[in-house]
């Protein structure tokens, strides 16, 4: 008995002295959809010109490609044969060679106004500067007359909605945010922080970046249309996520009303990294019986050791404001 019970004691007596690792929230980078660029397969030839004694159309093969320039950068060579036989060559930018951790927080000022801060950390691993920042807001005070056009170098105005947003959790009101000259670039492993007001709570919204230079220069011809409709549509590839934003229904429902919403949302924090696994059950616990003085208390420890993050905080403390 004692021989088989030996080894476990020794295993015990090894690991007794040493403590486990603590948990910590750890935001999650937006999402990058797996889009893979591709030649294409079909294309027509184009017409080269009209025979001028039998009217018909001579054709030539364009021969339209996309082959990878830098796949760091995501950047592309886009080539076809031109009408002068000869072949053309131009640069295309994907907008989704960046890898960005967005942090927020929300602080009610003395006047009512919730001040949002976003801070967009373009990361050591990305391959390109980051161009710009996208939120979502549901709040009506948030309208184009409203906001500033420039701050700091910063342009500021509403993103049109494209029509593959027109659904879901996908509407609302998008503001961009894009830095311009003779701001620096925030190039990898630098960050910048955005700011919006509004009169609205935080709840969970969605929001975007792209990265790297926009728009292709031109060559003195357009190219197929085969080889353009090959290109990912730039909405629809751009790193994207949760963060906190205005929503005016919030601030119709009652404390317990809050709770509730928060309670439908604490997984979804989880798999963010916004809360830790201890704090995702403890918060369910009180959340769902309604001691919100209990957990006031307890925000500002857990904010402080790194169980939830400032994400969090920020919806916790609007339901008692």
Same mark, same amino acid.
């Given at each position: 008995m004692m021989k088989h019970l030996l080894p476990l004691i020794m295993i015990i007596v090894a690991t007794g002295g040493q403590r486990l690792p603590v948990e910590k929230t750890k935001r999650l980078p937006l999402q990058k959809k797996q889009v893979t660029l591709q030649s294409p397969r079909e294309y027509l030839k184009r017409v080269l010109r009209v025979d001028a004694k039998t009217g018909?159309?001579?054709?030539?093969?364009?021969?339209?490609?996309?082959? $990878?320039m830098e796949a760091k950068s995501g950047k592309y060579y886009l080539k076809w044969i031109g009408y002068d036989g000869k072949e053309n060559v131009v640069v295309y930018q994907r907008p989704d060679a960046v890898d960005v951790v967005v942090s927020a927080s929300a602080v009610k000022t003395r006047t009512g106004e919730y001040v949002? %801060?976003?801070?967009? %950390?373009?990361?050591?691993?990305?391959?390109?500067y980051l161009r710009g920042f996208e939120v979502q807001t549901f709040s009506s005070a948030?309208?184009?007359?409203?906001?500033?056009?420039?701050?700091?170098?910063? $342009?500021?105005?509403?993103?049109?909605?494209?029509?593959?947003?027109?659904k879901g959790s996908e509407k609302g009101r998008w503001i961009a945010f894009a830095p311009l000259s003779p701001r620096p670039r925030v190039s990898p492993g630098q960050s910048i922080t955005f700011q919006l007001s509004s009169p609205s709570p935080p709840?969970?919204?969605m929001c975007r970046v792209d990265g790297g230079d926009r728009g292709m220069n031109g060559v003195g011809e357009h190219m197929p249309q085969e080889l353009e409709n090959a290109l990912p549509n730039t909405y629809e590839i751009c790193p994207s996520g949760y963060t906190i934003g205005p929503i005016d229904n919030l601030k119709k429902l009652s404390p317990a009303e809050r709770a509730h919403y928060l309670l439908k949302l604490l997984p979804k924090f989880k798999e963010l990294g916004w809360i830790t696994a201890d704090a995702l059950?403890?918060?369910? %616990?009180? $959340?769902?019986?309604?001691?919100?003085?209990?957990?006031?208390?307890?925000?500002?420890?857990?904010?402080?050791?790194?169980?939830?993050?400032t994400e969090v905080f920020a919806m916790i403390q609007a339901i008692k404001e």
């Open positions: 018909e159309e001579i054709l030539y093969d364009p021969k339209p490609r996309i082959a $990878l949002y %801060q976003y801070t967009v %950390q373009n990361l050591g691993t990305s391959g390109e948030i309208m184009p007359s409203t906001l500033p056009t420039m701050i700091d170098n910063i $342009l500021i105005g509403e993103m049109s909605t494209p029509p593959e947003w027109e709840g969970l919204v059950r403890w918060y369910q %616990q009180t $959340l769902s019986g309604n001691d919100f003085g209990m957990v006031y208390e307890r925000t500002q420890q857990d904010l402080k050791e790194g169980n939830i993050t």
